[in-house]
Protein backbone atom coordinates (compact mmCIF):
# COMPACT_ATOMS: atom_id res chain seq x y z
CA UNK A 1 0.00 0.00 0.00
CA UNK A 2 1.58 3.42 -1.03
CA UNK A 3 1.02 6.22 0.95
CA UNK A 4 1.69 9.69 0.19
CA UNK A 5 1.94 12.68 1.58
CA UNK A 6 2.50 16.38 0.07
CA UNK A 7 4.15 19.48 1.17
CA UNK A 8 5.20 22.65 0.15
CA UNK A 9 2.16 24.64 -0.67
CA UNK A 10 1.17 27.92 0.23
CA UNK A 11 0.09 31.94 -0.37
CA UNK A 12 2.77 33.55 -2.90
CA UNK A 13 2.16 36.59 -5.24
CA UNK A 14 1.18 36.47 -8.80
CA UNK A 15 4.88 35.72 -10.76
CA UNK A 16 6.15 33.89 -8.06
CA UNK A 17 7.47 30.59 -7.38
CA UNK A 18 7.01 27.28 -5.06
CA UNK A 19 8.18 23.68 -5.22
CA UNK A 20 5.73 21.36 -4.02
CA UNK A 21 6.97 17.68 -2.97
CA UNK A 22 5.28 14.52 -2.38
CA UNK A 23 7.24 11.68 -0.34
CA UNK A 24 5.66 8.05 -0.56
CA UNK A 25 5.97 5.19 1.68
CA UNK A 26 5.36 1.66 1.48
CA UNK A 27 4.62 -0.32 -2.40
CA UNK A 28 6.84 -0.53 -4.87
CA UNK A 29 7.41 3.36 -5.68
CA UNK A 30 9.91 3.29 -9.08
CA UNK A 31 7.38 1.17 -10.62
CA UNK A 32 4.68 3.95 -10.54
CA UNK A 33 3.97 7.05 -12.66
CA UNK A 34 3.31 9.55 -10.73
CA UNK A 35 0.96 12.70 -11.33
CA UNK A 36 -0.01 16.12 -9.85
CA UNK A 37 -3.75 17.15 -9.92
CA UNK A 38 -5.41 20.26 -8.81
CA UNK A 39 -9.28 21.19 -8.10
CA UNK A 40 -10.28 24.61 -7.62
CA UNK A 41 -13.59 25.65 -5.54
CA UNK A 42 -16.14 24.24 -8.13
CA UNK A 43 -14.30 23.09 -10.70
CA UNK A 44 -13.21 19.26 -11.11
CA UNK A 45 -10.40 18.08 -10.62
CA UNK A 46 -7.54 18.24 -13.38
CA UNK A 47 -4.49 16.58 -14.06
CA UNK A 48 -0.71 19.43 -13.86
CA UNK A 49 1.24 17.13 -15.19
CA UNK A 50 2.52 13.39 -14.72
CA UNK A 51 5.89 11.67 -14.95
CA UNK A 52 6.47 8.00 -15.96
CA UNK A 53 8.43 5.67 -13.90
CA UNK A 54 11.65 5.77 -15.98
CA UNK A 55 11.73 10.16 -15.36
CA UNK A 56 12.10 10.49 -19.08
CA UNK A 57 8.19 10.70 -20.13
CA UNK A 58 6.22 13.75 -19.02
CA UNK A 59 2.97 14.94 -19.44
CA UNK A 60 1.41 18.44 -18.69
CA UNK A 61 -1.74 20.44 -19.16
CA UNK A 62 -1.59 22.80 -21.95
CA UNK A 63 -2.19 25.64 -19.70
CA UNK A 64 0.88 24.64 -17.16
CA UNK A 65 3.00 23.93 -20.00
CA UNK A 66 6.62 26.19 -19.91
CA UNK A 67 5.32 27.07 -16.22
CA UNK A 68 5.56 24.16 -14.26
CA UNK A 69 8.24 20.87 -14.24
CA UNK A 70 7.95 17.95 -12.62
CA UNK A 71 10.43 15.58 -11.68
CA UNK A 72 11.09 12.65 -9.67
CA UNK A 73 13.50 11.56 -7.42
CA UNK A 74 13.17 7.65 -6.97
CA UNK A 75 16.36 7.79 -4.13
CA UNK A 76 14.30 9.72 -2.14
CA UNK A 77 10.81 7.86 -3.27
CA UNK A 78 9.56 12.19 -4.12
CA UNK A 79 7.57 13.59 -6.80
CA UNK A 80 8.22 17.71 -7.00
CA UNK A 81 6.25 20.15 -8.94
CA UNK A 82 8.22 23.39 -9.79
CA UNK A 83 6.13 26.03 -10.60
CA UNK A 84 7.20 29.19 -11.65
CA UNK A 85 5.60 32.39 -13.37
CA UNK A 86 2.23 31.30 -10.64
CA UNK A 87 -0.76 32.78 -11.86
CA UNK A 88 -4.23 33.32 -9.59
CA UNK A 89 -5.81 30.69 -11.61
CA UNK A 90 -3.50 28.52 -9.99
CA UNK A 91 -4.83 28.41 -6.88
CA UNK A 92 -6.13 25.42 -6.05
CA UNK A 93 -5.58 22.16 -4.04
CA UNK A 94 -3.06 20.07 -5.52
CA UNK A 95 -2.83 16.69 -4.93
CA UNK A 96 -0.06 14.12 -5.94
CA UNK A 97 -1.24 10.44 -7.36
CA UNK A 98 0.34 7.28 -8.15
CA UNK A 99 0.35 4.23 -10.45
CA UNK A 100 -0.46 1.76 -11.14
CA UNK A 101 0.57 2.62 -14.38
CA UNK A 102 4.00 2.69 -15.44
CA UNK A 103 3.31 5.34 -18.10
CA UNK A 104 2.12 9.47 -17.61
CA UNK A 105 -1.42 8.67 -18.12
CA UNK A 106 -4.50 11.35 -17.65
CA UNK A 107 -6.83 9.93 -16.36
CA UNK A 108 -7.77 9.83 -12.90
CA UNK A 109 -8.51 6.41 -12.88
CA UNK A 110 -5.03 4.80 -13.95
CA UNK A 111 -4.15 6.16 -10.38
CA UNK A 112 -4.79 4.23 -7.38
CA UNK A 113 -3.15 6.22 -4.67
CA UNK A 114 -3.70 9.66 -3.54
CA UNK A 115 -1.98 12.11 -1.18
CA UNK A 116 -4.53 14.41 0.93
CA UNK A 117 -3.66 17.58 -1.03
CA UNK A 118 -2.01 20.55 -0.63
CA UNK A 119 -3.62 24.60 -0.90
CA UNK A 120 -1.78 26.71 -3.40
CA UNK A 121 -3.03 30.08 -3.09
CA UNK A 122 -1.86 32.88 -5.83
CA UNK A 123 -2.81 35.95 -4.77
CA UNK A 124 -3.14 39.06 -7.79
Known amino acids: QVQLVESGGGLVQAGGSLRLSCTASGGHFPSHALSWWRQAPGKERELVAA????????KYADSVKGRFTIARDNTKNTVYLQMNNLKPEDTAVYYC?????????????????WGQGTQVTVAS
Open 51 to 58: VGWTGDMS
Open 97 to 113: AAGPTHYPRGYSSHYSY
